[in-house]
């Protein structure tokens, strides 16, 4: 009944097999009733709300747990062919796990309600969609009493952290468990190496360093909107090229270097001042920096340096580091979590001063599923959403510290009032963006040290 684990890619570029797909059908507004198990060992209900790579890599990864079937019985989206597509992938590779006919298959901007609606309290609800819906989709499946996956960044501005803090902490009191898609934290090779750490291997971390210098992913540098889709849905299609929908590509791509190494440090930096800008640009009218360097600083003035880039032909860097008072540990040696982790004598990555390398190569994607799912069955306390927002938040910091050019504290960007996506939880399917191009066809980009208060005039 459960497939091999996927290997880490397919969560990000999930690669789509045959079977024939079969239509989805428009039902937003229609309520469909609880679906429940015949047996209530039979296993857990899961409804996908948002259906591209992300999505269905998070499916194909909750299908893939052991024991007791899991069964995805809903799917929400608004693109028919993103969730026909997902659909004919998921129900190829786990046929007999995958019951979603025709009406649990929904669109439109109220269709994670009905999704939701199909399953009954203790079931599993993933969100995959752009994160300015995160605050409004969680708030549901807590009023629902569902368990929930979520991706990451869960947040890009202070109203919705505020939301979503007062939302996790409801989750806690309801006891609801919460799965957030920062999936380092499950590599059991860097959760090796932060207990080393922690008993002073390397000594007292006093700097780190984060690279990730690739070239781009297609969504993030977007071209002039042809004119279909509606504007909303093209944005929404095109996400990594917006600060409403993902944070830009700053917070969506970094987030898991700053996380991590926030992890192997204990602490979340209190401050961030940052450089970037815009090359190279030709036409592209996204919103995003093609590079970036942050300098985080935490509370004993030690520092995390986070240098990011999307731009052809340059240097490849994708690792992370971190220095200690008596030697070095690579965190990840390429990629978000890239094995092998080690440690070394000094500050020199030699084979002559290696003191520990890492040798689980297990699939941290999995490992996060099947830690969730064993928390549910077990009825044991399990949330990572405040860390989820945490780790959002202080990824926020550094990308408001590049697109302001003004020295970002953590206070600075909570107290800050500008919401991305207001009124997100009342759009419908003719709702207007919530950036307009101009007539040219461009969107309004950060100008640091001009606009110092927000990262563009909105």
């Given amino acids: 009944m459960n497939e091999p684990s996927l290997p880490a890619s397919t969560r990000r570029d999930f690669l789509q097999t045959g079977g024939r797909i079969v239509a989805a059908s428009a039902l937003a507004g229609v309520t469909i009733p609880f679906v429940h198990a015949q047996d209530t060992n039979t296993g857990l209900q899961v409804a996908l709300v948002g259906c591209g790579g992300r999505g269905s890599g998070a499916a194909a990864n909750a299908l893939s747990v052991s024991g007791p079937p899991i069964k995805l019985v809903a799917m929400a989206d608004v693109s028919e062919r993103k969730l026909n597509t997902s659909y004919g992938s998921l129900k190829a590779g786990h046929a007999e796990q995958v019951d979603v006919p ?63 803090y007062a939302l996790a902490e409801e989750s806690e ?85 700053i996380d991590h190494c926030c992890w192997m440090k204990n602490a979340w930096p209190v401050k961030a001042q940052a450089i970037g800008g815009r090359h190279y640009r030709e036409d592209y009218v996204d919103q995003n920096f093609d590079s970036y360097s942050v300098e985080y600083t935490f509370a004993d003035n030690t520092k995390l340096f986070m240098d990011g880039r999307c731009m052809v032909g340059a240097l490849p860097l994708y690792s992370t580091s971190a220095q200690g008072s008596k030697g070095l540990a690579v965190v990840s040696k390429n990629g978000d979590c890239g094995t092998p982790s080690s440690t070394y004598k000094g500050q020199k990555a030699s084979r002559d001063n290696l003191i520990w390398q890492s040798t689980d190569n297990s699939n941290p994607y999995q490992n996060e599923w099947d830690a969730l799912v064993s928390a549910i069955r077990r009825d044991q306390p399990y949330n990572e959403a405040k860390r989820g927002i945490d780790a959002s938040v202080a990824t926020s910091m550094g990308r408001m510290a590049a697109h302001t050019a003004q020295e970002i504290t953590w206070d600075d960007f909570m107290e800050c009032p500008h919401e991305f996506a207001p009124d997100v939880d009342k759009w419908t399917m003719d709702s207007p963006p919530p950036v307009a191009s101009d007539p040219d066809g461009r969107y309004p980009v950060p100008q640091p040290g001009i606009i110092k208060d927000r990262e563009y005039k909105a």
């Fill in 102 to 164: 025709e009406e649990r298959r929904f669109l439109g901007f109220d269709a994670h309600k009905n999704a939701m609606d199909c399953l009954k309290p203790g079931d599993i609800a993933i969100f995959t969609t752009p994160l300015a819906f995160r605050w409004v989709h969680f708030k549901y499946a807590i009023e629902k009493g569902l368990n929930v996956f979520m991706e990451k960044p869960v947040i890009a501005d202070a109203p919705s952290a505020k939301r979503m």
């Fill in 173 to 257: 009191k309801k006891g609801l468990k919460v799965g957030v898609g920062l999936m380092s934290r499950h590599s059991k090779s860097m959760q090796e190496l932060h207990a080393r750490i922690q008993d002073g291997e390397i000594g007292d971390i006093i700097m780190m360093r984060a690279y990730r210098m690739a070239g781009p992913l297609a969504s993030a540098f977007s071209k002039k909107w042809p004119g279909t889709p509606s504007e909303l849905l093209w944005q929404i299609s095109r996400f990594h090229s917006f600060l409403w929908a993902s944070g830009g590509c700053f917070s969506d791509f970094y987030i898991h270097h």
